[in-house]
Nanobody, 124 residues
Framework: QVQLVESGGGLVQAGGSLRLSCAASGGTFSRYAMSWFRQAPRKEREFVASISRSGGSTIHADSVKGRFTISRDNAKNMVYLQMNSLKPEDTAVYYC?????????????????WGQGTQVTVSS
């Protein structure tokens, strides 16, 4: 049983920064690609960023490119999302997820474990 726990969310003014963390346990962390998704009020859950098993390859949604950076530390079983230049439209619950090993990185059904989420609120 894999468990994921997100932390680091909070309230920040537009233009500010936050770093989200996701701690993983119960599996061999380095075997899994990891991603961040977010879900804003009244919206569908959407892909934010993904990182390969080794950390050598990353993908970021167009909406966050140049502002957000995903990273991981396999020795610590951690994945991070550095968020800079935050905008009110970034307000959402942010979730980390474990890729199942098959399927597209942007597809929700490709992920078999999810964290509880952490709230990010960006004020204007």
């Amino acid at each position: 049983q894999v468990q994921l726990v997100e932390s680091g969310g909070g309230l920040v003014q537009a233009g500010g920064s936050l770093r989200l963390s996701c701690a993983a346990s119960g599996g061999t962390f380095s075997r899994y690609a990891m991603s961040w998704f977010r879900q804003a009020p009244r919206k569908e859950r959407e892909f934010v960023a993904s990182i390969s098993r080794s950390g050598g390859s990353t993908i970021h949604a167009d909406s966050v490119k140049g502002r957000f950076t995903i990273s991981r530390d396999n020795a610590k079983n951690m994945v991070y999302l550095q968020m800079n230049s935050l905008k009110p439209e970034d307000t959402a619950v942010y979730y980390c997820a474990v890729h199942s090993g098959s399927g597209y990185y942007y597809d929700l059904v490709s992920y078999n474990y999810w964290g509880q989420g952490t709230q990010v609120t960006v004020s204007s």
